[in-house]
């Protein structure tokens, strides 16, 4: 079946639930919006739309080791979010709290085993986390970040070019500051995550079936 693009979205969807949260908690701005202010903007929305992921992904069951284990939001590379996570409302998800892990980027990582170029240590904190943000810093690293994590049921998500190719879950379209996302439906199901048909029908882009 391969790729199929989405068609526009409807007025009740995700995608303008996410950007509500972020962009009317910021003050408004007037004229032209500086670069700054469009990147910032952009970090808020997408911190949004990670914590709508995890409330319209389902893990499968014994991904936590007890009722009191939070939702781990893996930061991996060189942060872009600055404050965006304080700015939305609701902390709690499913009935769990975030927890935000900012984790160094690949080149920032001793290696510990210098024949596979691997650190063992960073390796696990990767697979401890149930969401991980892949940085436009980590591009070159991706599709290693990607292995890392493979069997550990972390949804993967990225903001670079060729994320879904390499076997990320979900991808930010490079480019776009509205949150504009695609999905490896197959990448998902690999890792023993469901997700939601609302998620998916205001998708740009899904690739399901992928020989």
Same mark, same amino acid.
């Given at each position: ?72 939001? !893996?930061? *991996? ?14 902390? @709690?998800? &499913? #009935? ?61 998500? !990225?903001? *670079? ?14 480019? @776009?500051? &509205? #949150? ?32």
């Amino acid at each position: 079946m391969g790729h199929r693009k989405r068609p526009a979205r409807p007025r009740g969807s995700l995608r303008l639930l996410a950007v509500a949260a972020t962009v009317c908690a910021a003050c408004p701005l007037s004229g032209k919006e500086s670069d700054e202010a469009v990147r910032n903007r952009e970090y808020r929305i997408k911190a949004a739309f990670l914590y709508n992921f995890i409330r319209t992904v389902d893990w499968p069951e014994g991904r936590f080791a007890d009722s009191n284990e939070p939702w781990v939001i !893996g930061i *991996v590379g060189k942060d872009p979010f600055g404050d965006a996570f304080g700015r939305v409302p609701d902390k @709690a998800v &499913k #009935g769990r709290q975030v927890v935000i892990k900012r984790l160094p980027g690949v080149r920032d990582t001793p290696v510990s085993d210098p024949q596979n170029g691997t650190c063992a240590a960073h390796t696990d904190a990767l697979r401890r986390c149930h969401l991980l943000f892949v940085c436009r810093s980590e591009q070159a690293s991706a599709p290693g970040l990607v292995q890392a994590v493979a069997g550990a049921s972390v949804l993967t998500v !990225g903001e *670079v070019q060729g994320f879904l190719e390499c076997g990320g879950c979900i991808n930010f379209i490079p480019g @776009a500051d &509205k #949150g504009d996302f695609e999905i490896n439906l197959d990448a998902c199901k690999r890792a023993q995550l469901e997700v939601s048909s609302k998620l998916i029908r205001i998708a740009q882009r899904v690739i399901q079936g992928k020989k």
